[in-house]
Antibody
Framework: EVQLVESGGGLVKPGGSLRLSCAASGFIFNTYSMNWVRQAPGGGPEWVSS????????YYADSVKGRFIISRDNAKNTVYLQLNSLRAEDTAIYYC?????????WGKGTTVTVSS | SALTQPASVSGSPGQSITVSCTGISSGDGSYNLVSWYQQHPGKAPKLLIYVGSRRPSGVSNRFSGSESGNTASLTISGLQAEDEADYYC??????????FGGGTKLTVL
């Protein structure tokens, strides 16, 4: 079964850091680009970052550029998102999704809450 | 959002509805790979349509997608109560990433 499982979310103070992980299974991980998408309470999905299969092409949304870092370990079938300098507006459910011509497989998400 | 959707649409069971998504044509071809997602409360988005009009296996043929000019459309035929959800269009922007529409809430009357 194709599956993505996110972990690492939690409550963090403004200015703090967090590292999210997304473990993939059931498909050939190193042939897909991977993405992080977040959804703030009551809002729609917002794409955050993408990394291609060999980590050569990496993109970020302007809202997180310079603060978040995406990476992947193909040996561990895992993609990561390092969240730094967190702000209240980063509070959201963070989903990882694999992509080819669309984001076709999504995890269930992990919740990040930024609050003092 | 660079992609504009109506905030809400509604229809009765058995009817058809269409959700529009405007802004898919940037003029330089950088917007492409339009997809549509369905999201029920508390759940992750689910892919309904990709590359404008293709349906993943397992998605009902009551869902169809099309594109014309600057607008993509999602049509749901034979509305069912379980179709009540939020719907989002999404497009890939070359050398940039993905952009989502603001979402449309479908109410089945």
């Amino acid at each position: 079964e194709v599956q993505l499982v996110e972990s690492g979310g939690g409550l963090v103070k403004p200015g703090g850091s967090l590292r999210l992980s997304c473990a993939a299974s059931g498909f050939i991980f190193n042939t897909y680009s991977m993405n992080w998408v977040r959804q703030a309470p009551g809002g729609g999905p917002e794409w955050v970052s993408s990394i291609n299969s060999n980590s050569v092409y990496i993109y970020y949304a302007d809202s997180v550029k310079g603060r978040f870092i995406i990476s992947r370990d193909n040996a561990k079938n895992t993609v990561y998102l390092q969240l730094n300098s967190l702000r209240a507006e980063d509070t959201a459910i963070y989903y990882c999704a694999r992509s080819a011509s669309s984001m076709d497989v999504w995890g269930k998400g992990t919740t990040v809450t930024v609050s003092s | 959002s660079a992609l504009t959707q109506p905030a809400s649409v509604s229809g009765s069971p058995g009817q058809s509805i269409t959700v529009s998504c405007t802004g898919i044509s940037s003029g330089d071809g950088s917007y492409n790979l339009v997809s549509w997602y369905q999201q029920h409360p508390g759940k992750a988005p689910k892919l309904l349509i990709y590359v404008g009009s293709r349906r993943p296996s397992g998605v009902s043929n009551r869902f169809s997608g099309s594109e014309s000019g600057n607008t993509a459309s999602l049509t749901i035929s034979g509305l069912q109560a379980e179709d009540e959800a939020d719907y989002y269009c999404c497009s890939y922007v070359d050398n940039s990433g993905w952009v989502f529409g603001g979402g449309t809430k479908l109410t089945v009357l």
